[in-house]
């Protein structure tokens, strides 16, 4: 009997994944196709502000982190150069070779609401004994919030300018500051905020014709049905993409995770 040893010039090839969704409650045991060192070749990506972790959903953690911040000379988080307003998220992949993970599909837009960075504007400290003193950029402001859109919710954070003469400081966002700006850059904030809730002005806008049958609990219905319809719609763009890697031949077993429903804020 001859015993045929394997060529040690040719790659072994690597099998691929599957999974056993018979209880798909179960966390994701996700089996990786990559060398064993690919996975660690990657930009790090910087952790974000401990209070910003208890607003932001955890789908957005990760591509936050990686476009907003990077690793200073020091060694520490710091913001990135080129700042936008707006910020999207990455969409999930045409094709996938390894188990999809719902956090490219169902990750939320982030507005940076930072007026003095971005711009430039001149803001002055309301208070009168400072003589009109303009503020400076005291850093990000440690909370985050979730702004309420007619079919989803999306993230917002801001910067908090502080005069040097009385060390008081105020949050970007506050009418203090939205106040002071031109009609040009104040039209950009579209945002309602109170102490506990934030609400974009496009579902104000909802409630402009009041009429018979168009009450405030008609647009709350409104609303809830444009965000289960929403998510619904990306539930089944994920749902797709894990039964066909399904269907892709493979060995190794894996479970997927389950996507959460919308609540409202």
Not at 97 to 115: G, I, S, Y
Not at 167 to 177: G, K, L, M
Request: proline share 9%; hydrophobic share 35%; aromatic share 8%.
């Amino acid at each position: 009997m001859i015993v045929q040893t394997p060529d040690p010039t040719v790659p072994t090839p690597v099998p691929r994944a599957t999974a056993d969704v018979s209880n798909p409650a179960q966390p994701c045991r996700i089996v990786s196709t990559a060398p064993s060192g690919a996975l660690l070749q990657g930009p790090s990506v910087v952790q974000l502000p401990h209070l910003w972790s208890e607003t932001i959903p955890p789908e957005d953690h990760k591509w936050i982190g990686k476009r907003l911040f990077k690793i200073g000379s020091k060694g520490k988080p710091a913001l990135r150069d080129d700042l936008q307003l707006w910020y999207y998220p990455p969409q999930p992949a045409l094709i996938y070779n390894q188990a999809p993970a719902p956090d490219r599909f169902f990750c939320h837009t982030l507005l940076l609401w930072m007026p003095y960075k971005l711009w430039r504007v001149k803001v002055l400290c309301p208070n009168p004994a400072c003589g009109q003193h303009q503020l400076t950029g005291g850093g990000l402001h440690k909370r985050a919030r979730q702004v309420l859109d007619i079919d989803r919710t999306y993230n917002m954070v801001t910067e908090t300018l502080i005069c040097t003469k009385c060390r008081a400081s105020h949050v970007s966002w506050s009418q203090t500051v939205l106040q002071q700006l031109d009609l040009g850059h104040r039209s950009e904030f579209q945002v309602i905020l109170t102490r506990k809730y934030a609400c974009d002005m496009r579902v104000i806008r909802l409630l402009r014709e009041r009429g018979l049958g168009n009450s405030p609990t008609r647009v709350i219905k409104q609303l809830c049905e444009n965000h289960s319809e929403q998510w619904l719609h990306r539930l089944a763009r994920y749902t797709t993409q894990c039964v066909d890697f399904l269907n892709q031949p493979g060995v190794m077993p894996v479970n997927f995770h389950t996507a959460k429903s919308p609540v409202l804020i």
